[in-house]
């Protein structure tokens, strides 16, 4: 048996995940008072990139930088990637909407899934050096922020159900005329 993704399913998919997460992130943002951008895009003498969402509390002038991430997958780059944003983002950010940060917040905002929880828990000193803050505690943070917060939100809804639709997605077929009932390889007439 082989298993295959049909043309660029896997991509869509993944895609909808991410952009379901986008969208609940913004939704609940936006509803806390936050001004939000999302995909704010910077190029500092070469250091280049984009903020899935970039948001703003005017009151307590915290700039928060939000990753989204679906799936879990290349963790040295995630941490490179956000370390580079909280250096770079911040002074892109007084340049383009004028926000003078006071304090600068960092999240990763993931689908809230076994595997992106497992991935989570077997790095436990990675994600804790970097990102020790979780879900809960961003939730309240978010709702009323003081001073800068670097953590994991685990969202659910949506991007889950789009995350659990990729991997049922995967079909596989058995080779016509190549394999019995039992996947036992028949001769093929010469």
Do not use: C
């Not at 008072?33 to 895009?41: G, I, K, T």
Request: no cysteine; proline share 4%; charged share 25%.
């Amino acid at each position: 048996m082989t298993a295959y993704w049909r043309g660029g399913e896997a991509d869509r998919l993944v895609d909808r995940a991410h952009a379901s997460i986008v969208e609940h992130v913004i939704r609940t943002l936006t509803g806390m008072d936050w001004e939000v951008v999302p995909e704010f895009s910077f190029n500092v003498y070469g250091d280049r990139g984009s903020v899935d969402v970039l948001a703003w509390h005017p009151r307590e002038r915290i700039l928060l930088i939000i990753e989204v991430k679906a799936t879990l997958t290349d963790l040295q780059n995630l941490v490179a990637s956000m370390s580079k944003k909280g250096r770079v983002v911040p002074n892109a950010a007084d340049d383009a909407r004028g926000w003078q940060a006071s304090h600068v917040a960092m999240l990763v905002a993931v689908a809230g899934t076994t595997a992106n929880r497992s991935i989570v828990a077997r790095h436990a000193a990675t994600f804790g050096a970097a990102f020790p803050v979780r879900t809960r505690a961003v939730q309240t943070w978010l709702r009323n922020p003081r001073g800068p917060i670097h953590g994991i939100w685990f969202v659910a809804g949506d991007a889950n159900a789009s995350i659990a639709r990729t991997s049922r997605s995967r079909v596989r077929r058995r080779q016509r005329n190549d394999f019995s009932s039992k996947g036992q390889r028949r001769a093929t007439p010469s």
